[in-house]
């Protein structure tokens, strides 16, 4: 079982950047597939990013040509650069592992606690 923990949310502003990051530890990382889901309140969890054991990647209609995932297999970690943010991604970001090494596992695995990103208009 992969343990995971999230770092790097916080307040920015709109139209500002942050980068969360995610270390995991156990289990086989370089293995699974990875990724980013988010919820805000009153909202069901959605899947913001994901990425393949060989580094495929995919993401959620909304955040096209401004978030980008990424993994470091040496580090057991990965990332979600986010940029031009609005304050419609205001959520709460929770890393999570695949079953598989396909994308299509995510949301199976394991979770972690999640990070609050808030973004001011």
């Known amino acids: 079982q992969v343990q995971l923990v999230e770092s790097g949310g916080g307040l920015v502003q709109a139209g500002g950047s942050l980068r969360l990051s995610c270390a995991a530890s156990g289990g086989t990382f370089s293995a699974a597939a990875m990724g980013w889901y988010r919820q805000a309140p009153g909202k069901a969890r959605e899947l913001v990013a994901g990425?393949?054991?060989?580094?495929?990647?995919n993401y959620g209609d909304s955040v096209k040509g401004r978030f980008t995932i990424s993994r470091d297999n040496a580090q057991n970690r990965i990332y979600l650069q986010m940029r031009s943010l609005k304050p419609e991604d205001t959520a709460v970001y929770y890393c999570?592992?695949?079953?598989?090494?396909?994308?299509?596992?995510?949301?199976?695995?394991?979770w972690g606690q999640g990070t609050q990103v808030t973004v001011s208009s």
């Open positions: 999570t592992a695949g079953i598989s090494g396909d994308t299509w596992s995510l949301g199976h695995g394991s």
């Open positions: 990425i393949s054991s060989d580094g495929r990647t």
